[in-house]
């Protein structure tokens, strides 16, 4: 297992090129066996959920080449319409294939993802979404299996606007036959990302970024050549970072209209943000003032997966900050861990109350998950002394080259083997 270790109280200072976003790259990937022709994708960070996506693909049949920062897939072998259980309990985004295996095989077998560090997380809006397009769907010793002898277009209304059942059932949709209306879909900018990566397939899908998201069934998908959008949490990770730490930092690859919501924050705050095209620029001295509430929301709103690096960098804001979490059910397992740094949280359900503090000191604690992890290295990058975070596989499945990019930027951290 590794850790970090961090000596705290450094400025940040430099450029960050973000990499492709892991939450289209994903499904990117699911969409890829769409076609049997090859599939390019660049920019595809080395990162354990990615490796993992790549895992379930060469086990249902594809051939996946990595060549540098691309990835290469060649799904004209692809036979299994069994998504292996081990990967789908590694990857909960594993539930992504179920909408592209089945318009490929007209079947899929996927084993219940299950819940996670951040909440139960129910797939229920997949299922009736799949349902509508004539899907035949039987849970049974924990598995689902689904068949389809055709997929039908259908009108849908999604009872919560869910990035990933839109996506599924986007994947569903794009070769069943008629059209199929998504209504109360997700508009995050990853489903505009997939919408553009399936109509350069030869797909025919509309409205993404808005509420309502038209399919028109199509024969058949070609391959294509692909860059998806830059990753904006990883981007605002970086962001907050630099605000809290104080300093200057200038973000490449990221339309400021991806993160508005931080951005509008990090202004109150107190830091000086410039943004033109896909360039983010953020001066900050480090002595932030607190903003009185921030709540999670479906984009545009603020992201849940900024939650816990935001609340990190509220830390040590003067005044006090209410966090109210509305996504996930368990997404402030940091806060004990912000708390051994000195940090004066307190959490009721899904609300988080900050006090901010005049500085953290350094201490060792442990990442629970993905973003909380790096809430942790934001706080230990602010406070005084040295920190060590453990646990970093959480880290390691949503940012590459973590460390690395924060020691360009002038901070003092190092990865351990223990
Ligand atoms: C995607 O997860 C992201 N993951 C998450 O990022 C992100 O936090 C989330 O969207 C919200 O933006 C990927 O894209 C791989 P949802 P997803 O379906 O699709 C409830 C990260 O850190 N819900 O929009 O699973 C669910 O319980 C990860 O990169 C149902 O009730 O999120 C949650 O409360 C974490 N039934 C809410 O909707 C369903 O069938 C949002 O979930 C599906 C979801």
């Not at 499904?27 to 390019?40: F, G, I, M, N, W």
């Not at 540098?68 to 897939?73: H, L, T, W, Y």
């Not at 996670?116 to 598995?143: Q, T």
Request: include cysteine; charged fraction near 25%.
């Amino acid at each position: 297992m590794d850790k970090f270790i961090i000596d705290g109280g450094e400025k940040l200072y430099g450029k960050v090129r973000v990499h492709s976003a892991k939450n289209t790259v994903l499904p990117l990937l699911a969409a890829s066996v769409l076609t049997d022709e090859q599939v390019k994708i660049h920019g595809v960070p080395a990162i354990n959920d990615v490796e993992n996506m790549l895992h379930i693909l060469s086990e249902v049949g594809c051939v996946i080449k990595r060549q540098k920062d691309c990835a290469v897939i060649d799904s004209s072998n692809a036979v299994s319409h069994e998504i292996p259980t081990r990967l789908t309990k590694e990857l909960r985004s594993s539930v992504f294939m179920l909408g592209s295996v089945l318009t490929r095989f007209r079947r899929a077998k996927i084993s219940y993802p299950g819940g996670c560090d951040i909440g139960l997380r129910p797939i229920d809006l997949h299922l009736s979404g799949l349902k509508k397009l004539g899907v035949e769907i039987v849970e049974k010793d924990g598995y689902i299996h689904c068949s389809a002898e055709r997929l039908q277009g259908a009108e849908i209304l999604l009872d919560f606007p869910s990035v990933g059942a839109t996506e599924n059932i986007i994947l569903a949709a794009v070769k069943a036959a008629g059209i199929t209306v998504i209504r109360n879909a997700a508009k995050e900018p990853e489903i505009s990302d997939l919408q553009r990566f399936l109509n350069a397939m030869g797909a025919k899908v509309r409205g993404a970024g808005g509420g309502t998201i038209v399919v028109e069934g199509v024969e058949r998908l070609h391959g294509v050549d692909y860059t998806p959008i830059g990753d904006r949490i990883e981007a605002g990770t970086y962001l907050i970072a630099a605000a809290s730490c104080g300093g200057e930092m200038e973000i490449e690859g990221v339309p400021a209209e991806n993160i508005a919501a931080l951005l509008h924050k990090l202004r109150e705050n107190g830091c000086k943000i410039h943004t033109k095209n896909d360039k983010i620029e953020l001066y900050s001295d480090g002595k932030l003032k607190s903003v009185n509430l921030v709540e999670t929301m479906p984009f545009p709103g603020f992201p849940t997966d900024l939650q816990a690096q935001y609340s990190a960098l509220s830390a040590t804001a003067k005044g006090a900050t209410l966090v109210v979490e509305n996504l996930f059910e368990t997404r402030y397992r940091y806060a004990a861990e912000l708390k051994r740094m000195g940090a004066d949280i307190t959490v009721r359900g899904r609300a988080a109350f900050i006090r901010g503090v005049e500085k953290l000191h350094g201490a060792s604690v442990t990442a629970g998950d993905l973003r909380g992890g790096a809430a942790l290295v934001v706080a230990a990058l602010r406070a005084e002394g040295q920190s060590s975070v453990m646990d970093l596989s959480h880290i390691d499945r949503g940012y590459a080259e973590f460390e690395g990019t924060l020691r360009n930027l002038g901070a003092k951290i190092k990865r351990v083997r223990i």
